[in-house]
Nanobody, 122 residues
């Protein structure tokens, strides 16, 4: 089994920044893609950003230019730097991993973290 632990969530004012991290205990699992999803209250889980093991990154249109996703392959972590935060960014953010190179398709992700709450105040 793969265990993912997110950290860095919290309360931040609109326009501010916050950095999330996810540490994976993956064993022999091939973490080809590590990604971030988020789920706001009453809404479906949505894709935020993904990073492939080869270095490619992908972003939802709603966060392009504001968020940056990066991986540290040696440490098996994925980071999400969030800048210019908006109240609509408020959600529980989840780290996810897939054994294949993928992006927005949540069903392609094999394991998920417990989530970390991000709240952006007006």
């Amino acid at each position: 089994q793969v265990y993912l632990v997110e950290s860095g969530g919290g309360l931040v004012q609109a326009g501010g920044s916050l950095s999330l991290s996810c540490a994976a205990s993956a064993g022999s699992f091939r973490t080809s893609t590590m990604a971030w999803f988020r789920q706001a209250a009453g809404k479906e889980r949505e894709f935020v950003a993904a990073a492939w093991s080869g270095g490619s990154t992908y972003y939802a249109d709603s966060v392009k230019g504001r968020f940056t996703v990066s991986r540290d392959l040696a440490k098996n972590t994925v980071l999400l730097q969030m800048n210019s935060l908006k109240p609509e960014d408020t959600a529980v953010y989840y780290c996810a991993v897939s054994s294949v190179l993928t992006t927005t398709h949540s069903a392609a992700y094999h394991f998920w973290g417990q989530g970390t709450q991000v709240t952006v105040s007006s």
